[in-house]
């Protein structure tokens, strides 16, 4: 989150643009706020005693060993009954989330981070250490620079 306010929560915006790229909605709460979670707070805590307090005392030796550790258990964990409702969390899945599942988006999200910079007056824009030139008349505007792993662009005020 950008910023953690209770009545108006803001998202980062690469967040927000993992969310569009996902079609799907972000519900922004607090920070180290519990209360404003509570269903995903109960179930980390459910994971940490069902998973983790079964592999305290266990030494693993690669991240592979481990993770397969961790999914015999979250199976099991997720085909047990639950007391009160009386049904496994892979039977309530299976009857009432399986159809509302969208397939994933054909390419992935490419993570991206967005930056305010200001054109110098030679203009160049520096992003991380490096110049890239823009129009003569952009000089003294502030630009959004958007940089991925592969690409930089700049957007200009007008566009």
Known sequence: MAKALWFEPTLTTTFAAMAE?????????????????GKVEGAVLIVERWILARLRNRSFFSLAALNIAIAELLEDLNNRPMRHI??????????????ALKPLPATPFEYAEWKAAKVH????????KTFYSVPHRLIG???????THRVVEISSPDS
Not at 141 to 147: A, G, W
Request: proline share 7%; charged share 40%.
């Open 21 to 37: 790229h996902y079609d799907t909605t972000i519900l922004p709460t607090r920070s180290r706020k519990p209360r404003d979670k």
């Open 86 to 99: 009386g049904k496994s969390r892979r039977e309530l899945f299976e009857e009432i989330e399986r159809a």
């Open 121 to 128: 007056p030679d203009y160049h824009v520096e992003v991380d």
């Open 141 to 147: 505007c502030t630009l959004q620079v958007r940089l």
